[in-house]
Nanobody
Framework: QVQLVESGGGLVQAGGSLRLSCAAS?????????MGWFRQAPGKEREFVAA???????TYYADSVKGRFTISRDNAKIVYLQSNSLRPEDTGVYYC??????????????????WGQGTQVTVSS
């Protein structure tokens, strides 16, 4: 069973930074999957934030975070989301997800099979 655990969330002032981590447990290796980060604000739908393909290292970002957020895979077990210049509208629960190796649309949450429990990010103005 694939288990993903997010960490690194917290309360930060606008303009600050956080580094979120998504760790795979047991025999799961994040290097075997396309990995994505999504977020959900209160009363809103879950939305795509960033993704990285299994091979080639191609990355994808929502327009709202381009230039501020960076997704990376440091090793076979951890995926990071470096979040800089945070804004109050970045507030939400951040989830990491694992999808098929050759995911057709990294932006589509329905294509991701496994999800972590989420970590809360709160940006104060």
């Amino acid at each position: 069973q694939v288990q993903l655990v997010e960490s690194g969330g917290g309360l930060v002032q606008a303009g600050g930074s956080l580094r979120l981590s998504c760790a795979a447990s047991g025999r799961t290796f994040v290097s075997d999957y396309a990995m994505g980060w999504f977020r959900q604000a209160p009363g809103k739908e879950r939305e795509f934030v960033a993704a990285i393909r299994r091979t080639g290292g191609n990355t994808y970002y929502a327009d709202s975070v381009k230039g501020r957020f960076t997704i990376s895979r440091d090793n076979a077990k951890i995926v990071y989301l470096q979040s800089n210049s945070l804004r109050p509208e970045d507030t939400g629960v951040y989830y990491c997800a694992a999808g098929p190796s050759y995911i057709s649309d990294p932006f589509d949450p329905l294509l991701y099979r496994y999800w972590g429990q989420g970590t809360q990010v709160t940006v104060s103005s």
